[in-house]
C-alpha cells in the first residue's frame, strides 16, 4: 500500500473511531488523520506481534481495517485518559 493509501486508511479509521467513540477528541481533520495513521500501525503491530495475523498490504482487506480503527479507538481512549480534563468545557 502506498503513503496515500495508509493516509486515506487512517482518515477512514480516524472517523470511524470517532464515531464509535464520540466526545471530545483532539480536534480536526488532520488530528483526525494522525490518530488514524497511527492507529493503524499500532493496530497492525499488535495484530502481527502478539495475534499472529500479519497485515496485508491491500486496502480493502479486512484484518488490517479491523487493526486500524481498533489501534485508533486505542489512541483515543489514552488521549481522553491523559488529556481528557485539561480542556476547559
Known sequence: ???IGWIVLGLLAGAIAK??????DPGGL???TLIGVAGA?????ISARYLDR???????DGPT???AIGGALVLLIAYR?????S???
Do not use: C, D, K
Not at 19 to 24: A, E, H, N, S, T
Not at 41 to 45: A, E, K, L, P, R
Not at 81 to 85: E, Q, S, V
Open 19 to 24: 464515531i464509535l467513540l464520540p466526545g471530545r
Open 41 to 45: 500501525f499500532i493496530g497492525g503491530w
Open 65 to 67: 481495517w479491523i487493526a
Open 54 to 60: 500479519e497485515i496485508a498490504n491491500q486496502f480493502y
Open 81 to 85: 485518559i491523559l488529556f481528557g480534563h
Open 30 to 32: 488532520v488530528g483526525t
Open 87 to 89: 480542556r476547559s468545557r
Open 1 to 3: 500500500m502506498t503513503i
